[in-house]
């Protein structure tokens, strides 16, 4: 689709937010040309003055033409280019970008694009959660933890209806973080196992650590009042200076 591009002219305002208020899908040099040309500079949107169109001038006609016989190009690395940039008279700070379209209109274009988008915020938020889990697993604090964690057990019945079932196990583990906690955690299941209703099991499956389905609070130090995270604290201050 090297003669066909999606073009926008849009960035962000002083105020943070996304200004992309011109968006086409183009099949010539003089369609791109002859529709940057009915655009306007940013703030002047709704401007009927001629002179506050973007104008492609001529290095930018050149630009364009180029890009239409010859596509994106290729970055340093080999890599087919995703975006090109031209700037002309009127651009202001922004520029015009050209990407290849990922239907054959706009608004299809844009709901695929949206899509896409979609997938990778959950991503980048999955990972962004993942990576604060794990850096609250890994923080060490040696003492007791409370832990939880949802698992599916095989159930051997005693009148020969084995089955799988859902269930939480809970306890308190001595650990030194909560990735100990939860190594822990499964130390203990495994070396006591667990009934379900009167009747022996084995575990089949487990959360990973870092999901929802674990969970551990730290309680600190055992004292002969309970558990308590301060007394742990005035500990760690005295025999770690």
Known sequence: MANVFFITYGGYAKNGYKY???????????EAIATINTWKSYGRKNSTAPGDCI?????????????FANGLGTYPNGESCTYVGVRTTGCGAWEIGFSYPLADTLQEHERIYNEHQAVQEA???????????????NEVRRGWYHVEMNITLYVFARHGNDHFANTTFCGTVLAESGADAY???????ENNP???????TVVHAIPDAWSD???FTF????????????????????NTK
């Open 194 to 200: 667990m009934l379900y209703h009167g009747n022996p």
């Open 20 to 30: 992309v208020p011109y968006k086409a899908i183009v099949h010539s040099p003089e």
């Open 219 to 238: 309680l600190g130090m055992r004292t002969d009042e309970g558990y308590s995270v301060k007394e742990w604290e005035k500990w760690k201050e005295t």
């Open 183 to 189: 190594d822990k955690a499964l130390s203990e299941m």
């Open 213 to 215: 389905d674990f969970s």
């Open 123 to 137: 991503l980048r938020k999955e990972r962004e959660i993942k990576r604060e889990r794990e850096a609250a697993l």
């Open 55 to 67: 104008v492609v001038n001529e290095v930018t006609e050149k630009k364009i033409r180029a890009l």
